[in-house]
């Protein structure tokens, strides 16, 4: 099935449909509930919430523009929301962090080790700290419509996202430093 067949299958609630959507997706867009959560419990909520909102809502697709970037938005908008409903427990981190690493003795394991470890920082960051970093740098949002989406002022949004820089760097030196006296 191409995506189209499998697209048209699930606006007709077919289950085979379904399951390859969700076989196609998961794993990326689960990658993008966990940079947004503060611990995997809720990204996992996030993100079943958030299929089953694709679901209900595909029969409204138009094929308009890429599909996995409309997927996309109902998994950040539903992060969002989450993260506005649980502001006190809730700490957002990014999606598909994908750091390239320059070694010819690169394998799965250093991959696999650097993207865990960076999604730990973010998962780390303060709530909203995380949820700025996230739309700006990981989504490329502008400070402008990052501001009109949680409603703050573009300073503040700054301000939040420059910390969580600071955060992050600082997190991730203390890695390389443990690692380097090892």
């Known amino acids: ?25 998961s794993e990326k867009l689960f990658g993008l509930s966990l940079r ?3 611990n995997r419990a809720d990204a996992q909520d ?13 029969k409204n697709y138009e094929s308009f523009g890429s599909f996995e970037a409309w997927m996309k938005r109902i998994f950040v908008n539903h992060a969002i929301n989450f993260y506005r409903y649980n502001k006190a427990n809730l700490h957002i981190s990014t999606s598909d962090v994908d750091i390239p690493y320059e070694d010819e003795d690169n ?56 910390k969580a820089k600071n955060h992050l760097r600082e997190y991730l030196m203390n890695i390389e430093n443990i690692e380097n006296y090892k």
Do not use: H, W
């Open 46 to 58: 996030v993100f079943q919430e958030a299929f089953v909102k694709v679901f209900k809502n595909i």
């Open 36 to 38: 947004y959560c503060k």
């Open 107 to 162: 394998d799965e394991y250093i991959d696999n080790y650097i993207n865990t470890e960076i999604l730990k920082a973010i998962q780390k960051l303060p709530n909203q700290q995380r949820v700025v970093f996230n739309l700006i740098e990981v989504e490329g949002q502008t400070y402008e419509e990052t501001a009109k989406m949680l409603d703050v002022k573009e300073g503040t949004l700054r301000s939040q996202n420059s």
């Open 1 to 25: 099935m191409d995506l189209e067949e499998i697209i048209e299958g699930c606006k007709k609630d077919k289950p085979k449909a379904q399951k390859a959507l969700y076989d196609m997706f």
